[in-house]
């Protein structure tokens, strides 16, 4: 009986260990290998033959694909695809399918990814969307705006120092419009602190015949906290009589949205080692205006090999407290705050100017452009808003270009 045992273990290990392989090397398979940034880290991939589907599916989001038309799918089996009211449009991984499952206005829907999409016609003012929570291990929630045009924001009819969204899109302290595809968002959505659905709202009182948005919508998983995995894999032999549930558990722990979580405070997160952020609607050839009264934190993946970062502005302009040109600290945010006060600005911690290397402002506002800043670690931007919009055409935001270095020089 003891023999019987051990021989059973000895297989499910084996095909543990089996499904937990790498691929082979290049030597032996004759592949080749090349360098890409998978999940926005440097990893070596290995291209083997017959694999290219395989290869195909590595995106942004974990098990996301590309679908025929070009948009982004959930990379599924053909029967989950169908069974979640999907529509298959194209093909990933080994045996999967590139699955859009679009989600209608007044909706639920508790798959991990899912798709939503402007109705053809709007017969309602009002489209909510509900987000239930996928799996108990849910701590957030991503927000890809794929498309997102809205009417631009416009001038108060009561107080022309006000600018309002009459079309809006609305998630948790976010109120947005205008024009932000290629924006994503993060959204606390902590199931075990008692967040079990979200609700996204677009509000088109206007009808506005050009608004389209199509968002991916991705509930991303913490760690699984088991007990199992402290229990010996001879004594859940000996035990239970379910080792071979207990081995999956065990080897499951890659399927948690490792890459995608972002720090706790980050309503957007980079984990590219170099990329691009905007200010939210900031388009520099039709002078559009940033949102106003909104506050959120841009955060970048750091790595061990990174001792600092670069942020290289084409623009900056965002409201000065006074005079013009460049605003720094006291110009851009008081000490003591003071009601109906200028407070526009980017706050970058530990930063200093390349041009100057002596001056190390925290606080940035006014109107710059091609400048460089250099910060250390943690990376980090804080965009502030205030209510008040007095001139359009300084506050239009920032775009930059963020590169992770090891030095300077």
């Not at 919508?217 to 007990?227: I, K, R, W």
């Amino acid at each position: 009986m003891l023999a019987l045992r051990w021989f059973y273990l000895l297989g499910i290990c084996a095909c543990a260990c089996a499904a937990q392989q790498e691929l082979p090397t290049a030597a032996a398979t004759g592949a080749t290998t090349e360098k890409i940034f998978a999940n926005q880290t440097e990893e070596p991939v290995v291209s083997v033959p017959g694999m290219w589907r395989q290869a195909r599916r590595r995106n942004t989001l974990a098990d996301s694909c590309t679908t025929n038309g070009g948009a982004t799918g959930t990379c599924l089996t053909r029967f989950k695809c169908m069974r979640q009211g999907g529509t298959v449009n194209g093909y990933c991984g080994t045996y999967g399918v590139c699955c859009e499952t679009n989600m209608a206005c007044g909706t639920t829907t508790r798959l991990k990814r899912t798709i939503i999409r402007n109705p053809a016609t709007f017969t309602t003012n009002i489209c909510q969307y509900t987000i239930e929570a996928y799996s108990a291990n849910v701590q957030q929630l991503r927000i890809d705006f794929e498309q997102f045009e809205l009417q631009q924001p416009t001038f108060s009819a009561t107080d022309d120092r006000l600018l309002e969204c009459q079309d809006y899109f609305e998630a948790g302290s976010f109120k947005l419009c205008g024009m932000n595809a290629g924006q994503h968002l993060y959204l606390p959505f902590n199931v075990a602190a008692g967040i079990d659905q979200i609700t996204l709202t677009f509000s088109v009182p206007s009808r506005w015949q050009q608004s389209n948005w199509r968002l991916i919508v991705t509930q991303l998983e913490a760690p699984q906290a088991s007990s199992k995995r402290k229990t010996s894999m001879l004594g859940g032999l000996g035990g239970s009589g379910n080792s071979l549930q207990d081995l999956r558990s065990i080897f499951a722990s890659h399927h948690a949205d490792y890459e995608l979580l972002a720090p706790a405070g980050c309503q957007q997160y980079y984990t590219e080692l170099t990329g691009t952020i905007r200010s939210f609607n900031y388009q520099p050839t039709m002078g559009s205006v940033y949102m106003p009264e909104t506050s959120y934190t841009i955060c970048i993946k750091s790595t061990p090999s990174a001792s600092m970062i670069e942020y290289s502005f084409n623009r900056l302009a965002m409201s000065l407290q006074t005079g013009e040109g460049e605003g720094y600290d006291e110009a851009c945010h008081a000490t003591v705050h003071t009601p109906g006060r200028q407070e526009d600005y980017l706050l970058i911690p530990q930063s200093l100017l390349a041009r100057n290397t002596a001056y190390q402002p925290t606080y940035y506002c006014g109107i710059n452009e091609n400048f460089i800043v250099y910060a250390s670690p943690p990376y980090m931007i804080h965009f502030s808003s205030d209510e008040m919009t007095l001139d359009a055409t300084q506050e239009t935001g920032f775009s930059l270009t963020y590169r992770l270095r090891t030095s300077i020089l």
